[in-house]
């Protein structure tokens, strides 16, 4: 597609359930990361794919939190038994190689824990 | 990574050049000066990059001073979509830094 595509847009569950995000970066891109956005926060790293090699998982805040990327495309985040406090906006972004610019977002994926 | 410093918010007039300036004064020789923006309940978006060198595109002017430490981000005529976070970060190109850090940035309103 034309551009990082994520779903679903809005995602309410109940505490304690677990819920996958998934993400389709565009085509050929590379590199892929996940980020949060608690509501008037700015945006927390989660996790950076980049090609074949190993992710970087150093902004994943628990154990709970997860993320695949199968074939070097799709990726799905994954959190497990879900507190209020994941409560917030998932972001997903792409990039053509290992630079930082010429990132390109998602809308994002409004995950609400009631 | 060298921390920057944003002002937390300005006001531009519509037409008007918005100048948004940014302070990265322990920026280390291969970090570069990266610009984001982010619109009400969108993703950010990339504006402008660069290390050294004055750089323009057709968004905005990158000027950074001669010394490194500090950097504005122009945008010449700011229209009512202009209106979003502008954030600053200076980070290494990519590799295995390959990550970018945001930080507050500067809420930029521009008014009619």
């Known amino acids: 597609g034309a551009g990082v595509s994520q779903s679903p847009s809005n995602k309410v569950t109940e505490k304690g359930k677990d819920v996958e995000l998934r993400c389709d970066p565009i085509?050929?891109?590379?590199?892929l990361y996940w980020y949060r956005q608690s509501l008037g926060q700015g945006l927390e790293f989660l996790i950076y794919f980049q090609g074949n090699s190993a992710p970087d998982k150093s902004g994943l805040p628990s154990d709970r939190f997860s993320a695949e990327r199968t074939g070097g495309s799709v990726s799905t985040l994954t959190i497990q038994r879900t507190q209020q406090e994941d409560s917030a906006v998932y972001l997903c972004?792409?990039?053509?190689?290992?630079?930082?610019?010429?990132?390109?977002f998602g809308s994002g994926t409004r995950l609400t824990v009631v | 990574d060298a921390k920057t410093t944003q002002p937390t918010s300005m006001d531009c007039a519509e037409g008007r050049a918005a100048n948004l300036p940014c302070n990265h004064s322990t920026i280390s020789g291969n970090e570069y000066v990266y610009w984001y923006r982010q619109i009400h309940s969108q993703g950010p978006q990339y504006i402008i990059h660069g290390l050294k060198n004055n750089e323009t595109n057709e968004m905005a002017s990158l000027i950074i001073t001669e010394d490194r430490k500090s950097s504005t981000l122009i945008l010449p005529h700011a229209t009512l979509r202009d209106t979003a976070v502008y954030y600053c970060i200076a980070r290494p190109i990519g590799g295995s830094q390959g990550n970018l850090i945001f930080g507050k940035g500067t809420k930029l309103s521009v008014k009619p």
């Open positions: 972004a792409s990039s053509p190689g290992t630079a930082n610019y010429g990132y390109t």
């Open positions: 085509s050929g891109h590379t590199a």
